[in-house]
């Protein structure tokens, strides 16, 4: 198995842009969880789904950031426009239950860079 | 909402030696409280957790303890070895929410 597979890696914008985060939850696993991390603030989580379904939108920064989850086996988020505040490491973590009891797994997670 | 503090934000421990880090919550309902490393560069993993019904949980070299009465765990590391150098992530949920709140962080640095 893979592991939680994101892309890009590496992403470098300008303000402005539109912005879209790639992630490929571990097959099998029904949650799946998009965090934000800088070194002001630490590790957030913006928005879980379960099941495709998005269960808790309220760590959404605002209207500029959305997720989807069209399928089991994909789920995107997006930031349009981008500003240099959004810049972060965003990662992507799933697991197999529905129960966040349950090992999360990380993905590599993608380093966003907004000029 | 649940708050997590997390102490000290920096620890450098000889090798050899152990380390502590102390986190408190305050959302009394939270039941289960993960921790994670994340090494430079690196993913956050799960290294160990625990639930509201323990006390203590231990794994080789690390250890955790939970007082619910005073709302606060802590993460024991012995006989540290250069390898724990990372970040280390506490983490607090209370089931039935589904999301975990995390600690600010603590960078460990372990002296050779």
């Known amino acids: 198995d893979a592991g939680v597979i994101q892309s890009p890696r590496h992403e470098v914008t300008e303000m402005g842009q539109e912005v879209t985060l790639r992630c490929k939850p571990i097959?099998?696993?029904?949650?799946l969880f998009w965090y934000r991390q800088t070194m002001m603030r630490g590790l957030e989580l913006l928005i879980y789904?379960?099941?495709?379904?998005?269960?808790?939108d309220s760590g959404m920064p605002e209207d500029r950031f959305s997720a989807k989850m069209p399928n089991a086996s994909f789920s995107t988020l997006k930031i349009q426009p981008s500003e240099p505040r959004d810049s972060a490491v965003y990662f992507c973590?799933?697991?197999?239950?529905?129960?966040?009891?349950?090992?999360?797994?990380f993905g590599p997670g993608t380093r966003l860079t907004v000029l | 909402g649940e708050n997590v503090e997390q102490h000290p934000s920096t620890l450098s421990v000889q090798e050899g030696d152990s380390a502590v880090i102390k986190c408190t919550y305050s959302?009394?309902?939270?039941?289960?409280f993960p921790w994670y490393k994340q090494e430079l560069g690196k993913r956050p993993q799960l290294i160990i957790d625990?639930?509201?019904?323990?006390g203590e949980k231990k794994d080789q070299r690390i250890a955790v303890t939970l007082n619910k009465t005073a709302k606060h765990f802590s993460l024991h590391i012995t006989e540290t070895q250069p390898e724990d150098s990372a970040v280390y992530f506490c983490?607090?949920?209370?089931?039935?929410?589904?999301?975990?709140?995390f600690g600010t962080g603590t960078r460990l640095t372990i002296i050779p």
């Open positions: 973590a799933t697991l197999r239950g529905d129960r966040v009891t349950d090992t999360q797994y």
């Open positions: 625990i639930r509201s019904n323990v």
């Open positions: 983490a607090a949920l209370r089931v039935g929410n589904e999301k975990l709140t």
């Open positions: 789904f379960n099941n495709n379904v998005p269960i808790d």
């Open positions: 097959s099998g696993h029904n949650s």
């Open positions: 959302d009394s309902a939270s039941n289960y």
